[in-house]
């Protein structure tokens, strides 16, 4: 796996790390390496040293600050004898960050890394208000292949069936977690919320549909309209990522004819009365009762926060705390 060192001016560079860490979850063959006020530039390299002599591979990329700036210049110096294999990127943002740790799953090269962080780090830049935006066609938008303009009912795009790339409970619903790891792990063309009470909620359904990675449009819709969705020929090149808050809309939602093989849970916050499962998932017995529905109606679980997580039995988890008796 590559080995990436984040380096900044002050302590930029560890805060971007836990933030990072927070999203995807801790990573191997990362350093956060800091240049601070009292140091020199033989300090942030002698960092840079034991940096990479504490990876367990030779390619290696550097993210750093500022193109030009003492970080960049000792990672630079180094960089000099290894170009075949080592890449610097300068500019660092969190989004680039974050793209970086996930390309790390199917790119084993720091030079394809750094190609592809690149875009994401420039899409990742947004403006309120809009029209302060200015327009660019970026790789984001041309990759999505839904049509652009209201179309007449009934007619049919592509095969006329909506694609669902993940269907997801997660009470916190469109938030960093989901908006990168998830979004890059799926690659939807479309982010929809499904829930009545968010979609009531005008302040809530502004703010989700702002937070929608670069490229990705983000709806939220009551269930009843969802089910009417999959039914749309009109949908037949979405891909969705779909974003439930509890395992009872779920039930609506297939019990409406809309297709689930499998539901992944990611977050379920806890509330009087529920019993904690595990450190992020909390339920009551109307939750268990959605979940023995689901599987009744052969959907399977996927218990895991972000995509790198290792997956997790639902049912073990339910009967380790006593909330079913499912076997």
Known sequence: MVGIILASHGEFAEGILQSGSMIIG???NVAAVTLMPSEGPDDIRRKMEKAIASFDT????FIVDLWGGTPFNQANTLFEGNKEKWAIVAGMNLPMVIEAYTSRFSMESAHEIASAIIGV???SVK???EELQPATTGASAAGNSEPNQALPEGTVVGDGKIKIGLARIDSRLLHGQVATAWSKDVNPTRIIVVSDNVAKDDLRRSLITQAA???VKANVVPVDKMIEVFKDPRFGKTKALLLFENPTDVVRVVEGGVELEEVNVGSMAHSEGKVMINNVLSVDQKDVDAFET????GVKFD???VPADQRKNMWDLLKKSNMTRTV
């Open 26 to 28: 801790e990573q191997e």
């Open 58 to 61: 030779d390619e290696i990329l």
């Open 121 to 123: 780090a420039q899409d």
């Open 127 to 129: 403006v309120r208000p």
């Open 213 to 215: 990675p670069p490229g």
């Open 294 to 297: 689901l599987k009744k109606h």
């Open 303 to 305: 218990v895991r926060k």
